[in-house]
């Protein structure tokens, strides 16, 4: 025994070794130590459970595996169990990790993909969302982070073609024009040979070569007031008016942004870099068709395609297995 600074060290090298310690530890060696030791600096086992902050029979645990293991016996051990019979299986999870490196989508449409996978396939067993993010997270697919929930009101319009949001983002050097109905979240996108207004208009019409209400949009120069190609469409496609967001105001057109979101995260896996419009053409149709057909979207309670009108084309799974290259773990 070694004193020292009024406290009572086993040996010598333990004076910097128990500096190392968490808090706890550290109690706990000094009360081991206190009441291993002699008169007149001995104390009775009670009295060093006291100190340690444990209990008696907790303290003389731990005393054992002090004797047997050294410093490291007064560590706290781990809780998590021998094993785990709920545990998702290898094969499982290894679908779960495929589907999620071909795709890019989160949880909850693995799940949903997986799942109808399942019940082609005539199997019953059920895949949460949950679990899905449990594996992706133990897998450090992707990092689970503290989400700040603002609330606030959402709103959207009473039918379909009542108003459209339109914006232009960019992948790998390619433009790409992207439109939803704010109604049911149908979305559509196209890659563009340039960002010319008039490239920009002849896109939109493809997408609604009908009349609609309104149009939302930024203020980006396609989309200016006094941009003249603009104003000639609408004026031959909208019934009531143009629309501009509020300048440093995301929130106007969060539904477009979430599904230009979830494109670009598709397109990213499946492109790794390549800026080939044709390829990136044929994903967005992949993409759209399962945002459409198989997506279900929890706000609206259904997918966007039922909602806007009520023809759900049923193929879009097999469209986006193959794409995919998922026929081996996915059934189609």
């Known amino acids: 025994m070694i004193v020292s600074r009024g406290q009572i060290y086993f040996e010598k090298e ?26 007149p600096f001995g104390i009775t086992r009670k009295e060093a459970a006291n100190m340690a902050k444990i209990g008696l029979r907790q303290l003389y645990r731990i005393i054992s595996r002090f004797r047997e293991e050294g410093l490291s016996g007064l560590l706290h051990r781990s809780r998590r169990p021998k094993n785990s019979p709920n545990k998702t299986s290898d094969e ?20 949903q993909l997986i799942q109808e996978s399942n019940a082609r396939n005539g199997i019953k067993k059920k895949v949460h969302p949950s679990t899905v993010y449990n594996v992706l997270v133990r897998t450090q697919e992707i990092e689970k982070e503290k989400r700040i929930q603002n609330k606030w009101r959402s709103f959207e319009w009473e039918h379909p073609r009542r108003l459209i949001q339109a914006d232009l983002t960019k992948l790998n050097g390619v433009h790409i024009l992207n439109m939803e109905d704010d109604h049911s979240r149908k979305g559509w996108a196209i890659a563009l040979p340039d960002q010319r207004d008039v490239t920009v208009v002849d896109g939109m019409k493809k997408f609604v ?7 939302l949009t930024d203020n980006g120069s396609q989309f200016s007031r006094k941009n003249s190609v603009m104003r000639k469409y609408c004026y031959k496609y909208l019934n009531e ?15 477009l942004s979430a599904y230009q979101k979830a494109l670009e995260r598709f397109l990213r896996h499946q492109m790794r870099g390549s800026g080939n419009r044709t390829r990136i053409n044929y994903r967005i149709s992949v993409f759209n068709g399962y945002y459409n057909n198989g997506k279900h979207h929890s706000s609206i309670g259904t997918v966007p395609e039922n909602r806007y009108s009520g023809k759900i084309d049923d193929k879009w799974n097999v469209k986006l297995v193959k794409a995919l290259k998922l026929e081996s773990v996915l059934t189609i």
């Open 92 to 111: 499982d999870e290894n679908i779960i990790l495929q589907v999620r490196d071909a795709s890019g989508f989160g949880p909850d449409g693995i799940a």
């Open 241 to 255: 008016k143009h629309i501009w967001t509020s300048v440093h105001h995301p929130r106007t057109m969060g539904k």
């Open 209 to 215: 070569n009908e009349r609609y209400d309104n149009l």
């Open 14 to 39: 333990h004076m910097e070794l128990v500096k190392q310690l968490p808090k706890y530890a550290r109690e706990r060696y000094f009360a081991i130590a206190r009441t291993l030791a002699n008169q």
